[in-house]
């Protein structure tokens, strides 16, 4: 018994839009889960900075400006 496929031009074209959908909607899920990672980490080290802004630097606490320009 032999299987034969035959695909025809327009079928080839609709696996091939399906195929490009696709691999639009991974992109852009893999994209939104990067954004979210960087939300995440930029809201842990804006706390950090807080924290360390906050706590000062050992005997000079309290009496140095956040930036020395």
């Known amino acids: 018994?032999?299987?034969?496929?035959?695909f025809s031009?327009?079928?080839k074209y609709k696996s091939m839009v399906l195929f490009l959908?696709?691999?639009v909607v991974l992109i852009f899920a893999g994209a939104?889960?990067?954004v979210?990672?960087?939300w995440i980490a930029a809201i842990v080290f804006g706390l950090f900075w807080i924290i360390g802004a906050a706590?000062?630097?050992g005997e000079s606490s309290g009496r140095h400006k956040l930036y020395r320009w």
């Open 1 to 6: 018994m032999k299987l034969e496929f035959e």
């Open 9 to 11: 031009r327009e079928g």
């Open 21 to 23: 959908v696709l691999l």
């Open 32 to 34: 939104g889960f990067a």
């Open 36 to 38: 979210h990672l960087l």
């Open 55 to 57: 706590l000062g630097r």
